[in-house]
């Protein structure tokens, strides 16, 4: 069996100008959120990211719908982009012993696989970097790969780490965050430990076995809330839109809708008074310090929320800027994108895919250079590069490659 070279192909339509890790080969055993966001923030910086999906349905997200697009799952389109997708049965042995060789020509291997599930198919960060002590292994559940009985969902981490708790108006029950947080963290911290691993690997020639947890990554976002516990002892409690230690910090009613503030220093309050043309609020012996206003929160707010009910949202906006006051709108997720904040950063793109058309995604976060990595692939349909990959990377021929092909329908096989 012959194996290509380490070094990726390059499978960019437009190979200029180069990305960070170009030349980066990524097999990509994941499925859901977690792990394809981490495997797509790779591939967004330039990494051939072969997506390794089942015969017949694929990655669970391409059945996660409404809304679909021509068939395809809006959720999966949304964090698939600039990979390859093949198609491998890992219950036989042919599709092991392919996903094992493809393993063995990459430099990162990413799984979110059930614990466990890796080492019964033989794929797991001892069999792998046993065989390529440089492998960079990444692998990604709830709770970690020595708690196999809990189930990985987003929804589950949110309660164990205690996010859900600060969550949502202190009158009402414990509420998950808009955006699946535990998974995108997740991925998020997955991508960054990869990153490092490859810096490191570059001066030792040695990888790393990485192991991320849902829970672990919404427990390292606590950071103040958790020093107030570690502090005082007392868990924080949900307070809504306001802040624990700095006021007035919060959202409040105009009379067309709703601004978010941020008042974080003494000087700022002095200020903010002006803009309200509350003078005596400013003098207010309550109020003179950030500790003080904290302990008249009662007292303070619905002084401030009376007085921003008699201007616009938007009259409100552009007085609390000319005072230097931090201030802004709160948006829906459609206003949101067709504000100038992501307009101008490139933040929504659109490109075409082979069956659900032309379809927009959100882009990337960074800026390298002044510019947005491209969307160089649109999201794969389910096996589209196998042929592809089996041939360039493990040298099959045709009849190689259809014995692991699924059988179509009427195929005896």
Not at 30 to 35: E, N, R, V
Not at 67 to 75: C, I, K, Q, R
Not at 262 to 279: H, I, K, N, S, T
Request: charged letters at 20%; a negative charge; aromatic letters at 6%.
């Amino acid at each position: 069996m012959k194996v290509g070279s380490l070094s990726a192909p390059d499978v960019r339509a437009n190979p200029t100008p180069p990305l960070p890790l170009g030349g980066l080969r990524v097999l990509d055993f994941t499925h859901a959120l977690s792990g394809p966001y981490c495997t797509m923030l790779l591939a967004d910086l330039g990494a051939d990211v072969i997506k390794v999906e089942p015969p017949g349905l694929g990655d669970h997200a391409r059945l996660w719908g409404p809304p679909f697009l021509n068939g395809e799952s809006s959720y999966f389109l949304s964090v698939n982009r600039n990979k390859r997708s093949i198609s491998l049965d890992l219950k036989t042995e042919a599709g092991r012993a392919a996903a094992t060789v493809l393993a063995l020509a990459s430099d990162v291997v990413v799984e979110n696989f059930r614990p466990g599930t890796a080492a019964r198919l033989k794929l797991d960060v001892q069999t792998l970097r046993g065989m390529r002590p440089e492998l960079i292994y990444a692998s990604i559940s709830g709770f970690g790969q020595n708690r196999p009985t809990l189930a990985g969902y987003d929804q589950i981490a949110q309660g164990t780490s205690g996010l859900m708790s600060l969550t949502g108006s202190s009158d009402g029950p414990p509420t998950k965050v808009g955006v699946p947080v535990g998974d995108i963290t997740a991925g998020m911290f997955a991508a960054h430990a990869i990153l490092a691993a490859l810096v490191e690997r570059a001066r030792t020639g040695v990888g790393r076995a990485i192991d991320v947890a849902l829970n672990d990554s919404l427990l390292a976002l606590l950071t103040y809330q958790a020093g107030r516990l570690f502090a005082t002892g007392e868990s924080p409690s949900r307070i809504g839109n306001s802040h624990a230690t700095i006021a007035p910090y919060g959202t409040f009613e105009a009379a067309d809708g709703y601004v978010n503030v941020a008042v974080g220093l003494d000087a700022q309050f002095q200020r903010f008074c002006e803009a309200l043309d509350a003078p005596e609020l400013a003098t207010d012996s309550r109020f003179e310090t950030n500790a003080l206003r904290q302990a008249a929160l009662q007292e303070l707010i619905p002084e401030v929320q009376r007085r921003f009910r008699s201007r616009t949202r938007q009259e409100w906006l552009e007085r609390l800027e000319a005072f230097g006051i931090p201030a802004g709108p709160i948006f829906d997720i459609e206003e949101a994108f067709a504000s100038p904040l992501a307009a101008d950063r490139a933040m929504r793109v659109d490109i075409d895919h082979p069956t659900a058309g032309v379809i927009s995604q959100v882009g990337a976060p960074w800026k390298l250079d002044g510019a947005s990595s491209p969307v160089r692939m649109p999201p794969p349909t389910l096996g589209q590069h196998t042929a592809e990959v089996l041939h360039d990377i493990l040298g099959y021929d045709a009849s190689q490659v259809a014995a692991l092909m699924p059988p179509s329908k009427g195929d005896p096989r």
